[in-house]
């Protein structure tokens, strides 16, 4: 019956990805786990049948036992949760511009006051004289 309805939702994922494997997405992995999961299958019996049935790209057993461990607490959710980090450093020309100006209108500025000034990290800061005004600091 698990290898019919892996079959039958194997077949609605291909009919979406021109029958590759590989663009079966995690979250269309993690939904087939979830439905072997309701239907009572222990963690190993699911990574066996996906395993089957994807093969070499389906998730490794730690994934799907950390899966059924969220299922298991009632989390059912098929999308990853947003990740505590570094953000993504993004250098606009509005901030190299703003960055000109006030070291062209104040030649003695730091790095930290133009980094509270622009609300961006010092490393930035550093970055964009640096690397985008192409300037660095001349000694007499």
């Not at 039958?8 to 087939?32: C, F, H, V």
């Not at 699911?46 to 899966?67: D, F, M, Q």
Request: hydrophobic fraction near 35%; charged fraction near 25%.
């Amino acid at each position: 019956m698990c290898r019919i309805a892996s079959l039958i939702l194997l077949q609605r994922l291909k009919g979406n990805m021109s029958g590759n494997p590989r663009a079966i997405s995690t979250t269309s992995r993690r939904k087939l786990s979830s439905l072997f999961f309701l239907q009572g299958k222990a963690p190993k019996e699911i990574h066996a049948i996906l395993g089957e049935t994807l093969g070499e790209h389906a998730p490794s057993y730690a994934t799907v036992k950390n899966w059924v461990t969220q299922f298991r607490s009632g989390d059912f959710s098929t999308c990853d949760a947003p990740r505590p980090g570094r953000p993504k450093t993004v250098t606009t020309p509005e901030i190299i511009e703003q960055t000109r100006e006030l070291i062209f209108e104040h030649r003695r500025i730091s790095a930290k006051s133009i980094a509270e000034q622009l609300g961006i990290s010092r490393e930035r800061v550093g970055s964009i004289v640096h690397e985008d005004l192409d300037m660095g600091k001349l000694s007499a």
